[in-house]
């Protein structure tokens, strides 16, 4: 049985929807990881679609949601990516380990910022999934 993380920002336009795509791509056997946002933008980043599109991670079912979407899911671990969500995280329903891991916004920057951010994502969220839902 597959566990559940939800990767929580601001927005949901960038670095949680990385997050998603990078934990389905790589951990997809055993962690089925969704995103959400605490004031969802409803609209992904063009550039972080992009990245995620080339490296071929990007799902057509990846889309800004607002948190009420996922309220009901029982998730094994939720992990914040921005410090406003952190402050903003609202309690589920259900008790769940919730771990804080911020990384700064591509959002506005140059390009290279984008691969950058998700490259970090990779390289610290990741093993820490791995660890604690695989």
Known sequence: MKKNV???CTGNSCRSIMGEALI???LGECVFAQSSGVKASGVVNPHAKALLESK???RDAYHSKVIETVL???FDLIITVCDHAKESCPMFPKAVKTIHMG???PSGKPEEEYAKTL???EKELL???KKELC
Do not use: Q
């Open 72 to 74: 009901d899911t029982a």
């Open 56 to 58: 071929g991670y990007w």
């Open 6 to 8: 939800l990767i929580l």
């Open 127 to 129: 093993p820490l999934v």
């Open 24 to 26: 389905n791509a790589k």
């Open 119 to 121: 490259a970090l994502i």
């Open 103 to 105: 990384f700064e916004d």
